[in-house]
């Protein structure tokens, strides 16, 4: 069950990933399908499913007190903020790539932190 769990987190992150770079293109490039309902709602089910799964996870491992798990999750929290910014708040191009850059890189460090369950605190 753990392991099932395991793949369908990591498969709604690198999903989530590729959704937000679409997204991303279609934004920068003024693409029609960027304005399309399936990816302005397709991150949210995916980031969901990202936690639910996490959660599960946890539950399962009996892993409430690692300090790694923290770290995890804040590292979650700001990719998910920096997809946010690169794809809605940034009100020009640069600011936007450098959202993108900040989205990847964060979840980057979260999958290190998972891969080698080292706490960033």
């Given at each position: 069950m753990y392991t099932m769990l395991k793949h369908l987190h990591q498969t709604s992150m690198v999903l989530s990933l590729l959704?937000?770079?679409?997204?991303?293109?279609?934004v920068i490039f003024n693409l029609s399908f960027a304005q399309k309902k399936v990816l302005k709602i397709a991150p949210h089910i995916l980031?969901?499913?990202?936690?639910i799964t996490a959660?599960?996870?946890i539950v399962q491992i009996g892993a409430?007190?690692?300090k790694w798990?923290?770290?995890?999750?804040?590292?979650?929290?700001?990719?998910v903020l920096s997809a946010s910014y690169a794809l809605k708040w940034?009100?020009?191009?640069?600011?936007r790539i450098v959202g993108?850059?900040?989205?990847?890189v964060w979840l980057a460090v979260t999958?290190?932190?998972?891969?080698?369950k080292n706490s960033l605190f």
């Open positions: 959704v937000v770079i679409i997204a991303f293109v279609g980031y969901t499913l990202a936690i959660i599960l996870m409430y007190e690692h798990l923290a770290s995890k999750a804040v590292g979650f929290v700001l990719y940034a009100r020009n191009t640069p600011m993108l850059v900040s989205a990847i999958a290190s932190i998972a891969i080698s």
